[in-house]
């Protein structure tokens, strides 16, 4: 079985929503280091659920902080439902920088929110998230969302400009 590096930012590190149902046993899941994006892009909340996106544009934002683990194929493949790649979001090698006295730059698989519309572009932009953090956007769970048949609603309609 092979292994990878994954750079998470968001609902996928420890102490927030989808960490442990992920990234913790019976998952295979090492936790390598906290690090951050060597090129800085935006991190922003949005769509009515709060979630946390990177947007595919380079250099408009900031370095992004986050979570390396080193996660076997299975955990891989879950990770890649989760975020629905490379539909929904893409994942993509990306350097980052640990924070550690050397400053290792290791190349991470990295999930980012392509095709979005424009309109995300507007919103705050944060270095680091977290789903109780001062903005007061917190996270709400799939299994949260109760579904509205007489109001369906994607949060691609809201992200995605192909979709809006």
Known sequence: MGRHLVFVYGT????EPNHEEFLQPPHDAVFIGKGATV???PLVIASRYNIPFVLDAVGQGNRVQGEVYEVDDNTLANLDELEEHPEYYER????????????TVLECGMYFLHGFHEKLLTLPRYDNYSSA?????????????????L??????????????
């Open 12 to 15: 996928l590190k420890a102490g």
């Open 92 to 103: 993509r090698q990306t350097r980052i920088e640990l924070f550690n006295p050397s400053a």
């Open 133 to 149: 953090g001062a903005h007061g956007l917190p996270y709400r769970l799939r299994d949260d969302r109760a579904p509205d048949p």
């Open 39 to 41: 090129e800085r892009f």
């Open 151 to 164: 109001n369906p609603y994607s949060t691609i309609d809201d992200v995605k400009k192909d979709f809006v």
